[in-house]
């Protein structure tokens, strides 16, 4: 099957610094790929949908000003994690699909100090 | 919008019995219902999934019947192994592949040897 990675696999940051995280689609190309956030013993809840080229559409209840999301290439989207606080501690998954079904990066655990 | 509900949360069974587990969704558009095993710290995994225009599905010792009636389809694993242990999300979406997957809250199961 298809291979998307993430980068980092994990970080640390302090509160009110900003934190990047990669979503690479290594062996195909992704106009769409999704952003995922997944708390301890929860589901994963979709966060934004990133687009190719264009802005990115957000779920109901997810600041997009905090949240930034660029998908600059076919095969890269980036999600940035502003003003980080530890309420943003979580694990960040992304997925990418084609035409059969959606592939999950291994996730970054983001803990906020 | 889509709204999926999985039953139990919980799951424990013995070695070599079955497992069931159910979900039901809320958008009759929905046609595309995938089935991710998840273990601890790791990407959800595909293990099976069922497009709307079939009933029912097995591969090996998994099966997924979906009932489009009723808006509802379960995850069936029998002969039970202690490596079938994770926790397992169904989820919903309109169309397979890049369109955004709803999650259910996931079901943590739990063979005793």
């Known amino acids: 099957g298809a291979v998307v990675s993430q980068h980092p696999s994990w970080v640390i940051c302090k509160s009110g610094t900003s934190v990047k995280i990669e979503c690479r689609s290594l062996d195909f190309q992704a106009t769409t790929m999704f952003w995922y956030r997944q708390f301890p013993k929860q589901s994963l809840m979709l966060m934004a949908t990133?687009?190719?080229?264009?802005?990115?559409?957000?779920e109901q209840g997810v600041e997009k000003d905090k949240f930034l999301i660029n998908h600059a290439s076919l095969t890269l989207s980036t999600l940035t994690v502003t003003s980080a606080h530890p309420e943003d501690s979580s694990f960040y998954i992304c997925?990418?699909?084609?035409?059969?079904?959606?592939?999950f990066g291994p996730g970054t655990r983001l803990t906020v100090t | 919008g889509e709204n999926v509900e999985q039953h139990p949360s919980t799951l424990s069974v013995q070695e070599g019995d079955s497992a069931v587990i159910k979900c039901t969704y809320s958008?009759?558009?929905?046609?595309?219902f995938p089935w991710y095993k998840q273990e601890l710290g790791k990407r959800p995994q595909l293990i099976i999934d069922?497009?709307?225009?079939?009933g029912e599905k097995k591969d090996q010792r998994i099966a997924v019947t979906l009932n489009k009636t009723a808006k509802h389809f379960s995850l069936h694993i029998t002969e039970t192994q202690p490596e079938d242990s994770a926790v397992y999300f169904c989820?919903?979406?309109?169309?397979?592949?890049?369109?955004?997957?709803?999650f259910g809250q996931g079901t943590r199961l739990t063979i005793n040897p």
């Open positions: 997925s990418a699909g084609d035409a059969t079904e959606q592939y």
């Open positions: 990133s687009n190719e080229g264009s802005k990115a559409t957000y």
């Open positions: 958008d009759s558009a929905s046609n595309y």
């Open positions: 989820a919903a979406a309109l169309i397979q592949g890049a369109q955004k997957l709803v």
């Open positions: 069922i497009r709307s225009n079939v």
